[in-house]
């Protein structure tokens, strides 16, 4: 019987290899949590119960919490696979390696190292022709980086010491509300500086990582990481420096230079940033405040940025309050 139950599953996954999956279509990361058992530590129960619900449906928390329990149970080879056929179904394969459970099976280098190659060409894939791979590649590695924290928290097997208790967690002045200051400061603000230092090498190597450059899903890391910069006084005058110089992209400073404004609750001067505010009760994507709105697009355009600010916003899906334009 519990041979027929596996040829069965083995028929159910060969059924689902030609799926198509539309990789990477939303920036936000794909996490499947630990259930009750795992957190628990029985692994071979949760195992059994995964295997028993991939016989009768298939889907991908099925195959991603069975290779978790292999991992744990120290069956890499078996992990391994069920990895593979994860990522041959998958929508979102970064939490792979931020999943502290798949430490172990790096001692497999070969086959990790194919692993990985496996899910970074299968995002090169999801990209449209001409863009530049390397950056893209650095983009989405910055992407699993930023997340750490957020996302992917509860995969990292952080000890229970580094978190709050329930009472406390709601006075924590903190992102995530959970974690204990002295963690947000030995953990957490390490891995932002860690984070904002790459994004600035990768605006000053490649410049703004726009939709040609990098894709959809790349232009909304970058733009992401923009929004999180902490730009400070010395940073915009060394970009100021090398903008005049013309050795930086228009866009990217343009960028840095509204951040830095946003910061000082000044308006922006280019146009580039977006935020969400109410609307007749719903929430959407605007325009934030430009100052001199009339002629924003004279002085972006006398930067090096000839995208008007209209087409900026409607290739964001954003709207341009018609108050800008009284």
Request: charged fraction near 30%.
């Amino acid at each position: 019987m519990r041979y027929l139950k596996i040829l069965f599953i083995l028929f159910l996954l060969q059924s689902n290899l030609y799926s198509q999956v539309v990789k990477y279509k939303s920036d936000l990361p794909v996490v499947y949590y630990r259930d009750s058992l795992q957190k628990a530590g029985e692994y071979k129960l949760s195992l059994q119960n995964h295997l028993s619900s991939l016989s009768k449906e298939f889907t991908c928390e099925a195959l991603y919490k069975i290779a978790v329990n292999y991992a744990e149970l120290n069956l890499k080879d078996s992990a391994l696979y069920y990895l593979n056929l994860y990522v041959d179904h998958s929508s979102d394969d970064r939490l792979i390696l931020a999943d502290k459970a798949f430490e172990p099976l790096k001692d497999k280098k070969a086959d990790w190292h194919k692993l990985e190659i496996k899910i970074k060409n299968s995002y090169l894939k999801s990209l449209p022709d001409n863009i530049n791979e390397n950056l893209a590649l650095e983009l989405f590695e910055l992407s699993i980086l930023q997340n750490l924290y957020e996302y992917y928290i509860d995969l990292l097997k952080m000890p229970n010491s580094a978190f709050e208790t329930k009472n406390e967690m709601e006075s924590s002045m903190f992102s995530n509300p959970r974690l204990k200051k002295e963690t947000y400061t030995e953990q957490v603000l390490p891995n932002i500086m860690k984070s904002e230092n790459i994004f600035k090498a990768i605006l000053q190597k490649y410049g703004f990582p726009s939709v040609e450059k990098a894709g959809v899903f790349g232009e909304n890391i970058a733009y992401k990481s923009i929004m999180k910069l902490n730009v400070s006084e010395q940073y915009l005058d060394s970009v100021e420096n090398l903008f005049n110089k013309k050795l930086f992209d228009p866009l990217a400073y343009a960028m840095i230079k509204d951040k830095y404004l946003y910061m000082k609750d000044k308006k922006q001067e280019f146009g580039t940033l977006l935020y969400y505010c109410e609307n007749d009760s719903k929430w959407e994507l605007s325009l934030y405040p430009v100052s001199d709105f009339k002629n924003l697009n004279q002085r972006r355009k006398e930067i090096g940025i000839l995208e008007t600010v209209e087409d900026y916003a409607n290739r964001r899906d954003a709207k341009i309050p018609k108050s800008y334009y009284k």
